[in-house]
Structure formats: structure tokens, C-alpha cells
């Protein structure tokens, strides 16, 4: 199991930038993926990146160019830096986990509780 804790959101204007960072209890080298998910008022949940075990990165398109994730070389801390925000980047941002076997991330199923980041125009 791995407990999860984000910090560093806030409010920014439209153009600025952020950095998440998201403290987990263990390392997470090759035997975990981790990710970074948000949630919008009045909308589901969605991945915005994720770095698997071999640390291959993904980011979803709305994102692409923006946003990069990373890990400190412990592997116990996962980053989100945020540049060029708009507004519609406004939601709930979640750190998550899931195993890494077989090549792949089986569920994202260890959470943290959250950080708010509020755009303005």
C-alpha cells in the first residue's frame, strides 16, 4: 500500500504557473505508476499524466505542451508543473498510484485527498 498527500495548488491568473507535488509513503521506483487526475465542478474524473514503472510519461491532449510530470530521484515524490494555465484548467487535482505489473498500471486505486487550483481570467 502507499499513502498519498498533494500539496501546492492555489489560485493563479490565466497565463501563470504552478507547481503540485505529491508525497508518497514509500518509493514507487518500478513498481508503481503514478498519475495525476483532476475533477472540474460538474465533471468526472479524468488522467491528465502519468509516468509508469519504466517511466514512459503520458499526458492527455488537453495538457500536451503545458504540463510535465515527474519523480525525485527517491521515487517518493511526484511533481505536476503547470505552466500556461487557462481556465478551464480549474478543478480538483488528485494524486494517484497504481501497481505496475506486467508492463502495465493495473488500477489507479491509492489516492490522495486532493489540492484545489483556481484559474482566472
Known amino acids: 500500500q502507499v499513502q498519498l498527500v498533494e500539496s501546492g495548488g492555489g489560485a493563479v491568473q490565466a497565463g501563470g504557473s504552478l507547481r503540485l507535488s505529491c508525497t508518497a509513503s514509500?518509493?514507487?521506483?518500478?513498481?508503481?505508476?503514478m498519475g495525476w487526475f483532476r475533477q472540474a465542478p460538474g465533471k468526472g474524473r479524468a488522467d491528465i499524466a502519468t509516468?509508469?514503472?519504466?517511466?514512459?510519461?503520458r499526458y492527455a491532449d488537453s495538457v500536451k505542451g503545458r504540463f510535465a510530470i515527474s519523480q525525485d530521484n527517491a521515487k517518493t515524490t511526484l511533481y505536476l508543473q503547470m505552466n500556461s494555465l487557462k481556465p478551464e484548467d480549474t478543478a480538483m487535482y488528485y494524486c494517484?498510484?497504481?501497481?505496475?505489473?506486467?508492463?502495465?498500471?493495473?488500477?489507479?486505486?491509492?489516492w490522495g485527498q486532493g489540492t484545489q487550483v483556481t484559474v482566472s481570467s
Open positions: 509516468i509508469d514503472g519504466d517511466s514512459r510519461t
Open positions: 514509500r518509493h514507487t521506483y518500478g513498481t508503481y505508476c
Open positions: 494517484a498510484a497504481s501497481v505496475f505489473s506486467g508492463g502495465v498500471c493495473v488500477a489507479f486505486n491509492y
